[in-house]
């Protein structure tokens, strides 16, 4: 359970509901021990009393002592379950919120070799397999415990020899869930990661719906959602398998202790060694010290699974972020803008460099354009300045200060980004452009939009800035998703704006209305750029042309053109490709 404590932290909030249900259970408890005493006092009538004229009217009252004590578990039955699940789901909820707040706070380095699908199996799947140790488990386990501990106590007051020997299977179904506990833990916790690999193909296969038929994948798609599923198949029958021995086992050794009273209570009782009101209530009483051990080893099934579900959830809990934000970081407002990379290198993977001993400085308003060969770490370069990676060497400064030193929040609050690859979240229009900038007025977002271009198509579509654009923005072109994102980081009007291909997905046409709202855009403002078509970075006030993860060559469009040979060679190889060459020079 050691896995398990490391949770329980979240139980914190509803101690007051662990109460009810610990009082609950223990009246449950209470009132399945009076049960088989009336039973017990009803057979002493009948064999000893029988021809009293009170005993009619004692059964009246032993029937009506029942019939309540039946009503009143009942009630507390009901308490006990009602109120564990409350609990229980609200801890699953707590935990699922705590799961996806640590998610927010992990670097992009973590989400790097991870599939989404995976992610959503640990943050649903996972916790959920917790809800029955809360909800029916742990308050399973005090009834049964605590039965356990009243009748083992009757038992031996009624006949202690006779009590005596009904222990000796116990040994034998210790022996027994010892055995079998950690073979089904390993086969659950197999089983769960089987269909966390199923739900990220899946997750992966519907969202790429689109190629998978484009690229008639169909039949190799089945086959790897097949393999995914029958890999989960074999390994949760693996531990059901473990489970199909583990329960006839366990009731097997249960029910020789009934064997053990049959033979020796009913000689104790032929011999007049035990009253016979004695031997039913030892009898009744038997079913129900056996009952709880049978009930605590089924219930070893779903503490296993719940153990293993909190072994992946405890696992993501516990990684610890690159980025990580020191206690007394630096609170920032509105910056200055003026960025310093000093002697900064990077990896992603330990021995293989993405950019190596880069030194610049962009003075509050100029713009730096990175250019160069895709995979040389420009959009890496971009990706520090908000901290999602830290540097491996060197230092990079906001306003004369370490990024490490500033407060994270207030770091990115100060950065805009349009990323190549957009984004846009299931909503509306609004919502979208609003999202970075939540007091904004509608007046704001449509002056946004018309600075990125995009509010005339908005105003043509069927409820204009309401309209639901669908998962991923699925129901816009390329164009239209990349001006809305645009959009975005115009309305939060941070002092320092990154275009990572910001025009990558429009037309020439278009690309030149959208060129003219960013410079506008751009005006006061420190920008960082990158573009492979370099008609687009000609008016940065500096050029810094990567190769090989290294600044090979800096400078203003005409300064690389005259002295520049990278750049050069870059521009020419356009040249040649351009349907209009002016524009470079």
């Known amino acids: 359970m050691s896995m398990f404590s490391r949770l329980r932290a979240f139980l914190r909030p509803y101690k007051v509901h662990m109460v009810v249900v610990l009082i609950s259970t223990l009246a449950v408890t209470l009132f399945n021990l009076v049960g088989p005493w009336i039973l017990r006092e009803l057979v002493r009538l009948v064999t000893q009393e029988l021809h009293s004229p009170a005993a009619l009217e004692r059964v009246g009252w032993l029937a009506a002592l029942l019939l309540g004590t039946y009503l009143a578990r009942g009630v507390f039955e009901f308490l006990k379950s009602y109120i564990a699940h409350v609990m229980a789901w609200n801890y699953v909820s707590d935990l699922r919120v705590a799961l996806y707040e640590h998610l927010q706070k992990l670097s992009l380095r973590y989400y790097s070799d ?13 916790t959920e397999k917790i809800e029955p140790l809360i909800a029916h488990n742990i308050p399973d386990l005090i009834v049964n415990v605590t039965v356990l501990m009243g009748v083992t106590g009757i038992l031996l007051y009624l006949s202690p020899t006779l009590a005596l020997l009904t222990l000796i299977p116990i040994p034998f179904l210790l022996v027994v869930v010892w055995i079998f506990s950690g073979r089904m833990r390993s086969a659950f916790r197999s089983a769960q990661a089987e269909l966390s690999d199923l739900n990220a193909v899946l997750q992966d296969n519907i969202s790429g719906m689109k190629e998978i ?9 089945q086959r790897r959602v097949e393999k995914r599923s029958l890999g989960y198949t074999r390994e949760l029958l ?10 006839p086992s366990v009731e097997f050794w249960a029910s020789t202790g009934t064997v053990i009273v049959l033979l020796f209570g009913g000689r104790m009782a032929l011999r007049g060694e035990m009253p016979v009101e004695d031997l039913v209530a030892f009898l009744l009483y038997l079913s129900m010290f056996y009952q709880p051990v049978t009930l605590l080893a089924r219930m070893n099934e779903q503490v296993q699974t ?3 579900g909190a072994d992946r959830v405890a696992e993501v809990l516990d990684v610890q972020s690159d980025v990580v934000e020191k206690p007394n970081a630096v609170k920032i407002d509105r910056a200055k803008g003026r960025i310093e990379f000093d002697r900064v290198s990077f990896s992603y993977t330990d021995g293989i460099p993405v950019l190596q001993d880069i030194s610049f400085t962009i003075e509050p308003g100029e713009t730096l354009a990175l250019v160069g060969p895709t995979g040389v770490g420009k959009s890496t370069i971009a990706s520090l300045i908000p901290r999602f990676y830290d540097p491996s060497s060197g230092r990079i400064l906001l306003d004369g200060r370490d990024l490490r030193d500033l407060d994270l929040h207030g770091l990115r609050r100060n950065i805009s980004i349009v990323l190549q690859d957009v984004f846009l979240f299931n909503g509306t229009v609004l919502e979208n452009i609003m999202y970075g900038a939540e007091d904004a007025t509608f007046e704001d977002v449509v002056r946004a939009a018309r600075i990125a271009n995009a509010h005339e198509f908005i105003m043509e579509m069927p409820d204009g800035y309401n309209t639901q654009i669908g998962e991923r923005g699925f129901k816009l072109s390329g164009g239209q998703k990349q001006r809305l994102s645009i959009a975005r980081a115009v309305l939060k009007d941070a002092p320092i704006l990154i275009l990572d291909e910001a025009t990558s997905a429009v037309d020439v046409e278009t690309e030149q209305q959208i060129q003219s709202a960013l410079e506008n855009l751009m005006q006061g403002k420190t920008s960082i750029v990158i573009a492979h078509r370099l008609s687009t970075v000609r008016n940065a006030d500096k050029i810094a042309v990567l190769q090989d993860g290294r600044i090979v060559e800096m400078g203003s469009h005409d300064e690389l053109l005259r002295s520049g040979t990278v750049y050069r060679r870059l521009v020419e190889r356009q040249f040649v490709h351009s349907s209009a060459p002016t524009a470079l020079h």
């Open 114 to 126: 991870k599939q989404t699908g995976e992610i959503m199996s640990r943050v649903v799947n996972d």
């Open 306 to 308: 719940a153990l293993a």
């Open 238 to 247: 693996r531990a059901l398998k473990n489970a199909a021995i583990y329960h």
């Open 213 to 221: 038929q484009v690229f008639t994948r169909e039949e190799f798609e």
